[in-house]
């Protein structure tokens, strides 16, 4: 079994800078894609960010530019840095990872989710 635990969420005011951060642990032969999706009140789960273990990274086009998304390998985790934060990125922050055990067979696995909350 693997866990993904999310830190770093928090209130912080319009135009100012968050940092997250997802650590995961358990039975890892080695992780694939990390992802960060945000799911706002009553709207579906979206997704902001991704990385593979080869260091490419795509984003939300309402991201581009604002928001980072990197990766420590060694440590098995994944990091999103918010800057230039907007009312519209209010919304509950969800780590994912992609990983493959010894057989490489790849399963899915979503963190607790943090709150992320901007205000004006």
């Known amino acids: 079994q693997v866990q993904l635990v999310e830190s770093g969420g928090g209130l912080v005011q319009a135009g100012g800078s968050l940092r997250l951060s997802c650590a995961a642990s358990?039975?890892?032969?080695?992780?694939?894609?990390m992802r960060w999706y945000l799911q706002a009140p009553g709207k579906q789960r979206v997704l902001v960010a991704s990385i593979t273990n080869g260091g490419s990274t795509r984003y939300a086009d309402s991201v581009k530019g604002r928001f980072t998304i990197s990766r420590d390998s060694a440590k098995n985790a994944v990091f999103l840095d918010m800057n230039s934060l907007k009312l519209e990125d209010t919304a509950v922050y969800y780590c994912?990872?992609?990983?493959?055990?010894?057989?490489?067979?790849?399963?899915?696995?979503w963190g607790q989710g943090t709150q992320v909350t901007v205000s004006s």
């Open positions: 358990g039975r890892i032969f080695s992780i694939n894609t």
């Open positions: 994912y990872a992609e990983v493959a055990d010894a057989r490489g067979s790849n399963y899915q696995y």
